[in-house]
């Protein structure tokens, strides 16, 4: 069954910068796409940027454009979120999510979610 | 705002049938596959739908997915109050080069 274990959350002043971690394992991570995934308390699902199995290909929401930046290292199967001045409405926990096609390329289906990690970002 | 659109809430008694609408543009669900998603409370989102119509191994058949146009549907037969959780559809929209999901439907097992 494809694990996936999200870490780096924790408290973050408005204006700072943190990094998320995804750990893959029991899947070829290289051959698919993922993405990260982010829900603010009491509200819903907020897709927030996707990754190509190479990651030569990188998509984001226009409201983290330009501050955030998703990433991977193929040979440690970790996907990572840098996050950069960060504001408070985006306190959430944000989920790491595989695609389900294999190949690598970005589809809209996740059919594997970690279980999430929450960053909290207040003064 | 979302860009799909979801009633906030539907109810059905234990045993019932419910549908779960997901409307759309032809950017997003009119030219893309459509899946769902069952949140449980405090737990992640699981796939329950994808390609507007297959389940995942492990998903009962109780559980059926449609799309017509730029809407989608989700229905849900045999209710079971551990069916009590919040949906979501999602695709892909090529207008946004962006995911995206409806603004999410709980469902209350009466």
């Known amino acids: 069954e494809v694990q996936l274990l999200e870490s780096g959350g924790g408290l973050v002043q408005p204006g700072g910068s943190l990094r998320l971690s995804c750990a893959a394992s029991?899947?070829?991570?290289?051959?698919?796409?993922m993405s990260w995934v982010r829900q603010a308390p009491g509200k819903g699902l907020e897709w927030v940027s996707a990754?190509?199995?190479?990651?030569?290909?990188?998509y984001y929401a226009d409201s983290v454009k330009g501050r955030f930046t998703i990433s991977r290292d193929n040979s440690k199967n970790t996907l990572y979120l840098q996050m950069n001045s960060l504001r408070a409405e985006e306190t959430a926990v944000y989920y790491c999510?595989?695609?389900?096609?294999?190949?690598?390329?970005?589809?809209?289906?996740?059919?594997?979610w970690g279980q999430g990690t929450l960053v909290t970002v207040s003064s | 705002q979302s860009v799909l659109t979801q009633p906030p809430s539907v109810s059905a008694a234990p045993g019932q049938k419910v549908t779960i609408s997901c409307s759309g543009s032809?950017?997003?669900?009119?030219?893309?596959?459509v899946s769902w998603y069952q949140q449980l409370p405090g737990t992640a989102p699981k796939l329950l739908i994808y390609?507007?119509?297959k389940r995942p191994s492990g998903i009962p058949d109780r559980f059926s997915g449609s799309k017509s146009g730029t809407s989608a549907t989700l229905g849900i037969t045999g209710l079971q109050t551990g069916d009590e959780a919040d949906y979501y559809c999602?695709?892909?929209?090529?207008?946004?080069?962006?995911?995206?999901f409806g603004g999410g439907t709980k469902l209350t097992v009466l």
């Open positions: 029991r899947f070829t991570f290289s051959t698919y796409a």
């Open positions: 999510a595989k695609d389900l096609r294999w190949g690598g390329d970005i589809t809209g289906t996740r059919d594997s």
């Open positions: 032809s950017s997003n669900i009119g030219n893309n596959y």
């Open positions: 390609d507007n119509n």
């Open positions: 999602g695709t892909w929209d090529t207008s946004l080069t962006a995911g995206v």
């Open positions: 990754i190509s199995g190479s990651g030569g290909t990188t």
